[in-house]
């Protein structure tokens, strides 16, 4: 089985900075994709950052250039870094990996970005 668990939401004022993190519960190897997705409330889920085995990324156009994703494979972990945030960025984050034609999900975090 294949466990992840996300932490580091909740609420951030318009313009600041937050972390989010996702621990694998495996070899984060396993996964040849894994990153973030996040579903506002009413909207379909989107994606917001995927990171290769090999260490390419993609990024979701509206988060491009605010924010980065980031693995520390000695830990286990996935990370995004999420910068300049706007009320939009305003959703639920899930950490998702992917192994063969397998998704595994976590529960999700609450981001709120509020003044």
């Known amino acids: 089985q294949v466990q992840l668990v996300e932490s580091g939401g909740g609420l951030v004022q318009p313009g600041g900075s937050l972390r989010l993190s996702c621990a694998a519960s495996g070899s984060i190897f396993s996964f040849y994709r894994m990153g973030w997705y996040r579903q506002a409330a009413g909207k379909q889920r989107e994606l917001v950052a995927v990171s290769t085995i090999g260490g390419s990324t993609i990024y979701g156009d509206s988060v491009k250039g605010r924010f980065t994703i980031f693995r520390d494979n000695a830990k286990n972990m996935v990370y995004l870094e999420m910068g300049s945030l706007k009320p939009g960025d305003t959703a639920v984050y899930y950490c998702?990996?992917?192994?063969?034609?397998?998704?595994?999900w976590g529960q999700g975090t609450q981001v709120t970005v509020s003044s």
């Open positions: 998702n990996g992917k192994i063969g034609t397998q998704d595994y």
